[in-house]
């Protein structure tokens, strides 16, 4: 049994490094559908980071004044990750079709 452990902790030591990898990437996900978020409002924490997906079949943007964030033109199956680094409501809207827009509430 002794020769087995090496691999169990070889493997925990990867799966943790995933996880880890993982919650630094993504925190949410909004995917853009027919021009509109999926979420009006989503409510994250400091330092989280969300991932807005273009899953349209035309071009979107993300667009947030108070970050003085623009994601340039996302095509369709773009993403845009957004760090919503301090506390506070942020509108997010798309700079092309005026009437997509959602909040990121941050606490
Ligand atoms: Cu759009």
Do not use: W
Not at 40 to 65: M, P, Q, R, W, Y
């Amino acid at each position: 049994m002794k020769t087995v452990r090496p691999f169990i902790f070889i493997g925990s030591f990867f799966a943790a490094i995933g996880c880890l990898a993982a919650y630094a990437s993504t925190n949410h996900m909004v995917t853009q559908t027919d021009k509109t978020f999926d979420s009006k409002e989503l409510a994250v924490a400091v330092g989280d980071t969300v991932l807005f997906k273009n899953t349209d079949s035309i071009k979107h943007n993300i667009l947030v004044e108070e970050l003085r964030y623009n994601s340039g033109i996302q095509q369709p199956g773009g993403e845009s990750a957004v760090v919503f680094d301090q506390n506070g409501r942020f509108v997010v809207r798309c700079g092309i079709h005026s009437r997509m827009k959602m909040i990121v509430v941050v606490d």
